[in-house]
């Protein structure tokens, strides 16, 4: 009889790592397998459904180039003092899950503070177009409360103190915002022009 785990094959698996329970330098270990992976900021304000507070906890995610049985990525989450092994149906949801980014209602966690390990990219993962649009909703009403109207300005901004904004300036947003800011320039342009041409008003 064939062996159910053994044959059921994936290439993406999680587990749970504790820290009072994993190993100290769990995350050197980790990175020593050479295995793609995320580790999540540490979940420390989770709640159970009575509102007390989950044991604090890390969410890790294994990407393998290669389809993996249940069995041998097991070997992998035990390692690092993983607690459980699962099988991951959607990356990229999952990979989200590590901050809660589509749970409104659990405590939101920092993407930027997600690890990446053996070449995982984890903003290239977690894109959707819904960020991408919220980014720029974003960027016009700071150029807008700001007074921005030039790109290279809201560019060096971003590219200094926001990450998300930059990596979709750099991607696919740039079209956008140069316009708008044009468009700003120009209207500037528009009513100086106005006010010389009638002193008076």
Known sequence: MSDKNTNSRTRNYATVVYPESAPEMWQTILAEMKISAFVSPLHDSDLNADGQPKKPHYHVMFMYDGVKTEDQAREACEKIGGVGCEKINSVRSYARYLCHLDNPDKHQYNPEDVKQFSGAD?????????????????????????HISEYADLL??????????????????????????????????????????????
């Open 122 to 146: 984890y903003f290239s993962v977690i894109g959707s177009v819904a960020d991408k649009y919220k980014a720029i909703r974003e960027m016009i009403q700071f150029c807008f409360e700001n």
């Open 156 to 201: 060096f901004y971003c590219m200094n103190e926001r990450d998300d904004w930059f990596r979709v300036l750099c991607d696919n947003g740039t079209y956008v915002m140069r316009e708008y800011l044009k468009s700003v320039h120009f209207q500037k342009v528009g009513d100086a022009n106005e006010i010389s041409n009638n002193p008076e008003q």
